[in-house]
């Protein structure tokens, strides 16, 4: 299979802990393992999860880099939002305004736009794709109020009803609430860092290295057993102990866990 002209690897849906992992090969496929960082790997996702119902998604590379619950949810919004604009056709000519009012000189670049951001920009940059339909909605907007004679609404209302679907996903309304409180809106490459963060494992290991509630934790001792270290951390909501335990082989470089895959 290709996405954008990419060779991407296979992929398996395998059920853990009453959990359906949607678990992707990335060893030989021609991009990064990241779905924040690289847009081909963000497309094979988001087309995957057009086609599968999953919890979680792990992408599997000498490093398992896996997307939590949280996070594969709003992936998966924005899968079943690209297989609903595809169900709808919302590029179809209806949508494109009224031949009798207007003609129809605009209607090619209007099924451009639509397409673009309903299809081939939402499965590789939704954060993206909604800033160019914003664009696309202001600039739509201003020709009606400038127009001199009455003219037909029916693409400006597709177009809004495109936008109020992309912000009903978690996604694009956090995107949203961004844009309401900054002046400027970061780059979609930051917000995807910031809303996809991965956890990381060596792929021949059990366990996972969790980083998302260290800055909670209090470390109240610290021991060794072999050649491991051992944290106990109290958590501020929590009863129990937790337990960290840094064994030799997470402390290896990237070229040994290779060669130990």
């Given at each position: 299979?290709?996405?954008?002209?990419?060779?991407?690897?296979?992929?398996?849906?395998k059920e853990e802990g009453g959990k359906r992992h949607l678990i992707i090969d990335c060893r030989n496929a021609k991009?990064?393992?990241?779905?924040?960082?690289?847009?081909?790997?963000?497309?094979?996702?988001?087309?995957?999860?057009?086609?599968?119902?999953?919890?979680?998604?792990?992408?599997?590379?000498?490093?398992?880099?896996?997307?939590?619950?949280?996070?594969?949810?709003?992936?998966?919004?924005?899968?079943?939002?690209?297989?609903?604009?595809?169900?709808?056709?919302?590029?179809?000519?209806?949508?494109?305004?009224?031949?009798?009012?207007?003609?129809?000189?605009?209607?090619?670049?209007?099924?451009?736009?639509?397409?673009?951001?309903?299809?081939?920009?939402?499965?590789?940059?939704?954060?993206?794709?909604?800033?160019?339909?914003?664009?696309?909605?202001?600039?739509?907007?201003?020709?009606?109020?400038?127009?001199?004679?009455?003219?037909?609404?029916?693409?400006?209302?597709?177009?809004?009803?495109?936008?109020?679907?992309?912000?009903?996903?978690?996604?694009?309304?956090?995107?949203?609430?961004?844009?309401?409180?900054?002046?400027?809106?970061?780059?979609?490459?930051?917000?995807?860092r910031s809303f996809f963060e991965v956890q990381v494992k060596p792929s021949f290991i059990g366990s996972r290295l969790?980083?998302?509630?260290?800055?909670?934790?209090?470390?109240?001792?610290e021991y060794s057993v072999g050649e491991s270290s051992v944290q106990i951390f109290r958590h501020p909501l929590k009863?129990?102990?937790?337990?960290?335990?840094?064994?030799?082989?997470?402390?290896?470089?990237?070229?040994?866990?290779?060669?130990?895959?």
């Amino acid at each position: 299979m290709k996405i954008n002209g990419f060779e991407v690897g296979p992929h398996v849906i395998k059920e853990e802990g009453g959990k359906r992992h949607l678990i992707i090969d990335c060893r030989n496929a021609k991009y990064s393992p990241s779905i924040s960082d690289d847009e081909a790997c963000r497309s094979h996702v988001l087309r995957l999860l057009m086609e599968n119902e999953a919890d979680m998604v792990v992408l599997a590379d000498v490093y398992e880099r896996l997307y939590d619950e949280h996070q594969t949810k709003m992936l998966s919004e924005l899968a079943a939002l690209a297989s609903k604009f595809e169900s709808d056709a919302v590029w179809s000519y209806a949508h494109l305004g009224d031949p009798a009012v207007e003609g129809e000189s605009r209607f090619g670049e209007r099924h451009n736009v639509l397409v673009r951001v309903a299809h081939d920009l939402l499965l590789f940059d939704p954060i993206g794709a909604y800033l160019e339909l914003i664009r696309a909605v202001r600039d739509e907007k201003a020709r009606l109020e400038s127009a001199e004679v009455k003219d037909s609404r029916k693409y400006f209302n597709s177009l809004l009803e495109l936008k109020k679907e992309f912000e009903s996903t978690e996604l694009i309304a956090k995107v949203k609430e961004l844009m309401l409180k900054l002046r400027q809106v970061p780059e979609p490459l930051g917000l995807y860092r910031s809303f996809f963060e991965v956890q990381v494992k060596p792929s021949f290991i059990g366990s996972r290295l969790m980083f998302d509630d260290s800055g909670k934790l209090d470390l109240l001792d610290e021991y060794s057993v072999g050649e491991s270290s051992v944290q106990i951390f109290r958590h501020p909501l929590k009863t129990e102990r937790m337990y960290f335990i840094n064994p030799p082989e997470y402390s290896l470089s990237p070229e040994k866990y290779f060669v130990l895959t």
